[in-house]
């Protein structure tokens, strides 16, 4: 691989990163008592809905620039982006019900964990984006995970 080659790669990682942020930095708000922590994890749902339209536009985009499009891809693609805001959504406009707010969390997780192993799965996709989805799924996995379990905690 040539330098110029790898720059991709590097950016993307450092951005994939930061980009865990707001993942962790819920819980960890929530932990330090800072603020209502239900407006915490509203946030850390609108984040992970986020994600997940980004992550079905990438595949979504992959599948339709390659040399034979994949329709079944681009029409599966769609799903990442409806189920986070079904479940951005839910969180977000119940803040009184803790219950539906970590459930919906951890459906976010588990949303980012299925995209993920997706995303691995995919032998169309370059391998270093494959291996870096692996750790990026599993901190951000972990993180809705803590914001569910806080959710509930705080109620």
Known sequence: MTAAAGAPQRMMTALGVLGLIPFVAAPLRLMDGFGPGLAWTSLQAIYAAVILAFL??????????????????????????????????????????????????????????????????????????RRLRIPLTVVACLALASGALLAGILA
């Open 56 to 129: 079905g536009g990438v595949r979504a985009a992959h599948a339709a620039f390659a040399v034979e499009s994949d329709t079944r891809v681009i029409v599966a693609a769609m799903a990442p982006p409806l189920v986070g805001f079904g479940l951005g959504a839910a969180a977000t406009f119940n803040p009184a019900r803790t219950d539906i707010t970590a459930g919906a969390l951890l459906g976010l997780a588990l949303a980012l964990a299925v995209q993920g192993a997706w995303d691995v799965n995919a032998r169309t996709l370059p391998d270093w984006y």
